[in-house]
């Protein structure tokens, strides 16, 4: 079975503080993709990043960071400096091989975070 | 460029009643998506269409119908509404080349009482 948690169901910070949304997969693939994606007060979700699951490399854009570990099946991700504009809705989401899977993703329940000025 | 557009933002039917969530994306895109989001969870995907007159199940399917007539347009159809179905429903859009990279519209919110 494949799964996504993401345990942290609310998070509150003062601005300038660095926060990580924990994310953790479950799945038997040796192919897959992980996502996070961004849902702000509009509504509307942003995709952020995609990894597979062969490139362990940390990535960094910006104030935006994420830690991709195997070992812990963990996708976190982290915010440097954190501003009132990043409090938003955050999914993490898994899939496996893209093109076998018509791209369906399966996602983490949200993390909501509240950025305070 | 206008993207994913959904249409209504916002609905109230009564039980029984049936309605249409229209989708349209202009990006040519193959991939089309409806899912639902009820609070405190995730996406779950009710279906989803790899092309013009193709479309198949999703996780919760149920009482729900679509179509794919163009590459434009995948309307999704609530048959005999129930409070369950209560939700944001959400529809998206990619591409084979966008490698998982979806397009979500602003989102519908429905409810039905």
């Known amino acids: 079975a494949q799964k996504v948690t993401q345990a942290q169901t609310e998070i509150s910070v003062v601005e300038k503080e660095d926060v990580t949304l924990d994310c953790v997969y479950e799945t038997r693939d040796t192919t897959y993709y992980l996502f996070w994606y961004k849902q702000p007060p509009s509504g509307e979700l942003v995709f952020l990043i995609r990894r597979n699951s062969f490139d362990e490399q940390n990535e960094i854009s910006g104030r935006y960071s994420w830690n991709f570990q195997k070992s812990t099946s963990s996708f976190n991700f982290t915010i440097t400096a954190s501003q009132v504009v990043d409090s938003a809705v955050y999914f993490c989401?898994?899939?496996?091989?893209?093109?076998?899977?018509?791209?369906?993703?399966?996602w983490g329940a949200g993390t909501k975070l509240i950025i305070k000025p | 460029n206008a993207g994913v557009t959904q249409t209504p933002k916002f609905r109230i039917l009564k039980i029984g009643q049936s309605m249409t969530l229209q989708c349209t994306q202009d990006?040519?895109?193959?991939?089309m998506y409806w899912y639902r989001q009820d609070p405190g969870m995730g996406l779950k995907l009710i279906y989803y269409s790899v092309g013009a007159g193709i479309t198949d199940k999703g996780e919760v399917p149920n009482g729900y119908n679509v179509s794919r007539s163009t590459t434009e347009d995948f309307p999704l159809r609530l048959e005999l509404a129930a409070p369950s179905q209560t939700s944001v429903y959400f529809c998206?859009?990619?591409?084979?080349?966008?490698?998982?990279?979806?397009?979500f519209g602003e989102g519908s919110r429905l409810t039905v009482l």
């Open positions: 990006m040519n895109h193959n991939y």
């Open positions: 998206a859009s990619s591409s084979t080349e966008n490698t998982g990279e979806l397009f």
């Open positions: 989401a898994l899939s496996p091989d893209l093109m076998d899977s018509n791209y369906q993703l399966i």
